[in-house]
């Protein structure tokens, strides 16, 4: 996938999700060293709403969560509505019949408000109004992106995984999943939408964010879940204002983007690497460095797997299987 096309709207992808603020919620618990969206009540039904409009948006239609949001925003300016910080984003949009995506903003300006109140002393509606006016801002934008850029796809969904709490985001260890791994977790959780494993612009947004998890760390000794959304939208708006810069990917990365795809054939049967892939694998053998990348991805996501229940991973492999079959995952074929 390039790194840029040429915008162009088109229907915007359809991500599972929450249409209520019921089921799987993340908790906005701060760790030492990881930042976590953990689900909770896991086996309440999921459901699966439109994040954005189904065709390309009309002026100021950015789709019914990113609308509720700014409902809210107009009725904390009138007065209509308060903000309480002391209840959470699950509470405020059980109130409100509101969904996921206003329950994730309204848990970022809560840790925002807090954390006024702690070094200032108080906090005012007009901070809280701003505050909440940035993130209404920077998810209409997401919106656009959602259904001009479809570059941008695989990006946005791993962001709104990480607002439904979905996926989690890795911590700091030296050794943390590659984008790739990630990419192919994301696969399995929103089968109907079209991935790209060596996606740039993923790869690009993850490791900024990252860096920026990681001097929060080394500033505060912990970094919290409402950060790391906050951090990843924002890069994500970064980098689509950005010119196009095309960079080949150096001989590791492609390695660990291999190793991740063998990995998967060695679990799934019913696949194989496609002669592109298979071509870049023959390419790097031998290479100084590229076979201890490979490894070390291969037996990452190896070991994931090994974690797993055997029902799991059939059923993680038939549906790659099935995007295989429908043309929507490269560098991987059917062997049979």
Not at 34 to 63: I, M
Not at 317 to 333: F, H
Request: with cysteine; aromatic share 8%; charged share 20%.
């Amino acid at each position: 996938m390039a790194d840029r096309e040429p915008a162009e709207k088109t229907a915007a992808p359809v991500f599972p999700g929450r249409t209520e603020y019921y089921g799987n919620t993340p908790a906005t618990h701060a760790f030492g060293d990881v930042s976590h969206a953990v689900p909770t009540a896991a086996s309440e039904p999921r459901v699966q709403p439109k994040l954005a409009p189904a065709n390309a948006p009309k002026e100021h239609d950015y789709g019914e969560p990113v609308q509720e949001m700014t409902t809210y925003l107009a009725g904390l300016k009138a007065g209509r509505f308060v903000f309480n910080w002391a209840i959470t984003g699950e509470e405020a949009a059980k109130q409100l019949g509101f969904t996921r995506l206003f329950a994730s903003g309204y848990d970022e300006i809560a840790l925002q408000a807090k954390a006024r109140a702690k070094t200032q002393g108080s906090v005012n509606i007009g901070d809280i109004i701003s505050d909440f006016q940035g993130v209404v801002q920077e998810e209409q934008r997401i919106a656009e992106l959602m259904v001009s850029r479809k570059e941008y796809v695989a990006v946005i969904a791993y962001l709104r995984a990480l607002q439904n709490g979905d996926v989690v985001f890795p911590g700091p260890q030296d050794l943390a999943p590659t984008p790739p791994v990630l990419l192919v977790q994301l696969m399995t959780a929103y089968p109907d939408t079209k991935f790209d494993i060596d996606d740039p612009v993923f790869a690009s947004v993850y490791r900024q964010t990252r860096v920026f998890a990681n001097a929060r760390i080394q500033e505060a000794g912990e970094v919290w879940a409402q950060e790391i959304i906050g951090e990843f939208r924002r890069q994500i708006i970064h980098s689509a204002s950005q010119p196009a810069v095309v960079s080949a990917p150096t001989d590791c990365e492609r390695a660990r983007a291999v190793g991740v795809l063998t990995a998967v054939v060695a679990q799934c049967p019913g696949l194989r690497l496609s002669q592109t892939a298979q071509a870049v694998a023959d390419a790097l053998e031998g290479r100084q460095g590229a076979s201890d990348c490979l490894t070390t991805s291969r037996d990452k996501l190896k070991g994931e797997f090994g974690r797993k229940p055997a029902n799991e991973i059939a059923r993680i492999c038939g549906s790659l299987e099935r995007q295989v079959q429908a043309g929507k995952v490269a560098n991987l074929d059917i062997s049979h």
